[in-house]
């Protein structure tokens, strides 16, 4: 990769990250005066539901609270992660922001969390901490302080070791670059 791509790559990524922790600073109230003023933004105006509207916008909260809480029960998510899952089951966009804010107000989405469980779980399946340093930071957009916090913790040596019963080559060469491709660097 050209050093300018890399440069380009890193800027977006540290651009998506200062946007998420902009973000993660706003506090959002969830009420019925809310709810109705986020749809009628989203739609500007549209009488669809004009006499039940608070009433089935409340419900519509609750269905797609349980629905994301149910994916956050089972295991961590990233931002990224719960948004798509939450779009392939269709979610109304004038929703989901204020979804996703709410869960991480009340501590049920944490970026902290999901970048250790993540890391973890690479780790024990034998990657090294390039490629999930790359998978967290680029297709989960977690920023690089979360990252770090989580790699203190995790023993790349025994995921070295792990993935070194996976490869089995006795050539030398394939074999570091079973490892290269894994995550580790040529210095390990």
């Given at each position: 990769m050209s050093s300018d791509k890399r440069q380009m790559i890193e800027k977006m990524i540290?651009?998506?990250?200062?946007?998420r922790e902009e973000h993660s600073k706003?506090?959002?109230?969830?009420?019925?005066?809310s709810l109705l003023m986020h749809y009628q933004n989203f739609h500007q105006g549209s009488p669809e539901r004009e006499i039940e509207a608070e009433k089935d916008l409340m419900e519509e909260w609750?269905?797609?609270?349980?629905?994301?809480m149910n994916?956050?029960?089972?295991?961590?998510?990233?931002?990224?992660?719960l948004?798509?899952?939450?779009?392939?089951?269709s979610v109304p966009e004038w929703l989901l922001d204020l979804l996703i804010t709410w869960l991480e107000d009340q501590g049920y989405?944490?970026?902290?969390r999901f970048a250790y469980s993540y890391a973890k779980n690479r780790a024990d399946l034998g990657y090294g901490p390039i490629r999930v340093r790359y998978e967290l930071s680029a297709e989960?957009?977690?920023p690089n302080r979360f990252i770090n916090e989580a790699f203190r913790e995790i023993d790349w040596e025994k995921a070295e070791k792990v993935a070194a019963r996976k490869i089995r080559h006795t050539d030398p060469f394939k074999y570091r670059a079973a490892l290269y491709r894994r995550g580790?660097?040529?210095a390990d």
């Open positions: 540290a651009e998506s990250q200062s946007k706003k506090r959002v109230v969830i009420d019925d005066e609750r269905y797609w609270r349980e629905r994301a994916f956050l029960v089972r295991r961590e998510h990233s931002d990224v992660e948004r798509q899952k939450l779009r392939q089951r989405l944490s970026l902290e989960h957009q977690i580790f660097s040529s």
